[in-house]
DNA sequence: TCCGCAATGTTGACATTGCCAACTCGAAAC
DNA sequence: GTTTCGAGTTGGCAATGTCAACATTGCGGA
């Protein structure tokens, strides 16, 4: 029974995306570590064992929070890829080498401007939607290298996305950091990266 | 008092190093996550309080442990790029790209093949000695790059770094896998990975 | 040699947390 | 209107990190 007056209701109405939008905060504001279930739960104004209807534990709260995760970060990388590909057919048109350096810069933004989601991401048990991730890249390295073999697709894929993915995590985790680079500008040290992904062609 | 007979020492002796001996296994067997004080005090025929005299808490016995970890990083690394120069100076002598490229071989080595330690060596804040590890890295870049300006070495550095860091990684988590391959060989693709981060003629 | 002290270890306790079982509520199907 | 079942609640348990108070021991100085 109501206990007064405008007592919430019994049924919370959409408690699970409540409850992945909370979690995504969390993890973006605290990290995943610190992340407890039934702070999220109070937080939503329900009781402490209300998560597990929606989800088997913690770890699978995590792994949809990760999940969505790769969506938009697929979602940020083909944006900058095909944002970069729409400038008209004129002599400026961006090459293949050039719009596959902006998306990398929008890989490396999404890391760096959401630490904790993609710490989250890249670590334990791939969640579903991690396996698409590596097809998306290979599509666009696909598109930047035209009549390449598949072997030379996948090795130009693994190699791109080992290098913008570990300039990724170090700066994140502060073992790149701008005091240890002396004469070299941040943005510099970027571009020296993609260059020996990519050749400094692009 | 002694109990009965044979009852163990008030005094272990040496807790503090069994602590990391320890924690250091349970890193590698089970990952730091899993890791807990208690379990690793009763391991030890101690009481559950005991770890809080020789460590303020967890984090710090954990940070403690990446830091032999980078030791054992730095010491790998160097040992490879050592060996790798000591074939005598005939025509068959390693070229400078050609050492740097088996010292890439040991890192990814090491993070394969202790992925706790090194899951742990890289997340948080940086522990004592990881700030040592670029050093170390710089000056075998630098020894490949004979009259480079600081700044080049700098960018090199980096990019070889972030390079076989992110490949390490993926691999570790299995966001990369054999199985995504196709026809692409294991070890063709850390080639591909060094090919890129230095270039294939080394 | 004896005493005191500081380092080291122990016991007990507390709060937090993940997770489970049993119960209750209420909306939708029949 | 009755039934049913998804969704939420209460209560509890075990594990854990951490702290406070106490115990033990070895070592250095009187």
Redesign the pocket.
């Known amino acids: ?2 206990t007064l007056r405008m007592s ?9 995306t409540a409850l992945l939008d909370a979690a995504l905060q969390a993890v973006e504001a605290g990290g995943h570590a ?6 999220l ?1 109070q937080g939503l ?6 998560p ?3 989800f ?4 699978a709260l995590l792994a949809a929070v990760a999940a969505t995760g790769f969506a938009r970060l697929a979602e940020a990388w083909l944006a900058a890829w095909q944002g970069a590909g729409t400038t008209g057919a004129g002599p400026t048109d961006t090459g293949p080498a050039a719009r596959l350096r902006v998306a990398a810069r929008a890989y490396i933004g999404f890391a760096t401007e959401r630490p904790g989601l993609f710490r989250l991401m890249f670590q334990g048990p791939p969640p579903p939607g991690a396996e698409a991730a590596f097809a998306g890249l290979q599509a666009t390295v696909a598109a930047a290298l035209p009549g390449a073999p598949e072997a030379t697709v996948k090795a130009r894929t693994i190699a791109m996305w080992s290098a913008m993915h570990g300039f990724a995590w170090l700066c994140l985790e502060h073992r790149i950091r701008p005091a240890m680079l002396g004469p070299l500008a941040p943005g510099a040290m970027l571009e020296a990266v993609l260059d020996a992904a990519l050749g400094p062609q692009g």
Request: aromatic share 6%.
């Open positions: 029974m109501s919430r209701p019994y049924h919370h109405g959409d408690l699970r610190t992340l407890s279930l039934r702070d739960a104004g329900v009781s402490h064992a209300a597990y209807r929606h088997a534990n913690r770890q």
